[in-house]
C-alpha cells in the first residue's frame, strides 16, 4: 500500500505549499488524476470540515473479483494507514482520513481511518504497537 503513503506526502506537502487547507483542495487536485501504481490511479483529494478524502479509480481488475477481495484489502488499508506517521499527524489534528476506490466510477470499497480505530488497532496489536512513538496518540 505504498500508494497510500506516497498519496498522503504529496497531499501534505501541497497543503503546506498553500499554507492553509481550507483553500489548498484545488492545489491538491491539479495535477490530478494520476497512476500511484500500476493498477491505481488517484483521482481526486476532497477536504471537508474534519476529513481528507482520496478517491481512486482501480483499472485492470473486473467489480466481481475486487469484492472478492475487498475486505482484506480493507484490513490491509487499515493497517497500512494507522502505521503511517502522515496519517497519524492527520488523526492527532482531528482529521478523519478516506480512501473511496471504484471501478468505472462504481464505488468498490470506502475505509476511514481515525483515532478510535488506530487505538483500537494498537490495543489489539499490544507491545509492538505501543513502542512505535509516532502511533501513541
Known sequence: MTSITNCLKISLLMM??????????????????????????LQRIS???HSLTYCFEIKNIDTETA?????????NIEE??????IVQQLIKNDLDVKFIYNIKKHKILEVTINKQLC???????????????????
Open 80 to 85: 497500512t494507514a494507522c502505521h503511517d506517521e
Open 16 to 41: 503546506a505549499a498553500t499554507g492553509a487547507i481550507a483553500s489548498s483542495e484545488e492545489a491538491l487536485n491539479e495535477d490530478l488524476p494520476v497512476m500511484v501504481d500500476e493498477n491505481t490511479e
Open 119 to 137: 487505538s483500537q488497532m494498537k490495543d489489539d496489536l499490544g507491545f509492538e504497537y505501543r513502542n512505535n512513538p509516532i502511533i501513541n496518540l
Open 67 to 75: 469484492c472478492q477481495y475487498k475486505e482484506i484489502e480493507k484490513g
Open 47 to 49: 477536504l471537508g470540515e
